[in-house]
């Protein structure tokens, strides 16, 4: 933006030149045509010289001189006028140059970061995935979890169940054995 700012300005100032060129032309007119009147001014001199009569008329000198005076400071002025604009085209040229290579090594940096931008989106989807894929593992631990407490709880009830049964059995069998016994006494006698 400051890149077209700059020219724009440089653009302004070489048209103003140009127009200031251009308000100097009718002074370049005159100054063409002052050889010209000076050359009939000397043939008529020197055709005076001669003893011959002439029909141009002779200009009047220091109207010239004024011209001529007027015509100096024209230049004068046109010279420092275009002095002062070449000096501002150079500097606002070297304004331009700077603020093209800060653009360029600011369009650089944009780029940079535009890249490190898009790592960091990316090593952020990766971990967010990453945290998705653990979130999943916990909730697939944590069911298995409940479903081994289930079966363990179940294998507990079947556990006691079981040692109940055999406590029952290891009971009657005892029993079953004690009576067996005296059974065995009472048909030996022995008491």
């Known amino acids: 933006m400051t ?34 009147t000076l050359e009939a001014t000397t043939r008529s001199k020197s055709a005076k010289g ?22 100096r400071l024209d230049l004068a002025s046109t010279q420092t006028a275009r002095a002062s604009l070449q000096a501002r085209v150079d500097e606002l040229s070297r304004d331009l140059t700077e603020a093209q290579s800060k653009a360029k090594s600011d369009s650089k940096r944009l780029q940079e970061l535009a890249r490190e931008k898009v790592m960091a989106e990316r090593k952020l989807k990766d971990w967010r995935d990453e945290e998705r894929g653990k979130k999943t593992l916990v909730d697939n631990i944590q069911d298995e979890l409940v479903s081994l407490s289930l079966q363990f709880n179940m294998a507990e009830q079947r556990a006691e169940k079981l040692k109940a049964e055999n406590d029952q059995l290891v009971e009657r069998w005892m029993r079953h054995k004690g009576e067996e016994a005296e059974r065995m006494n009472e048909a030996s006698k022995w008491t």
């Open 3 to 36: 890149g077209m700012r700059l020219q724009d300005k440089k653009n302004e100032i070489q048209k103003q030149l140009c127009e200031t060129r251009a308000s100097f032309e009718p002074s370049r007119n005159l100054s063409s045509d002052l050889p010209a």
């Open 50 to 71: 001669r003893g011959a009569t002439s029909s141009v008329a002779i200009p009047d000198v220091k109207g010239f001189e004024a011209d001529l005076a007027r015509l």
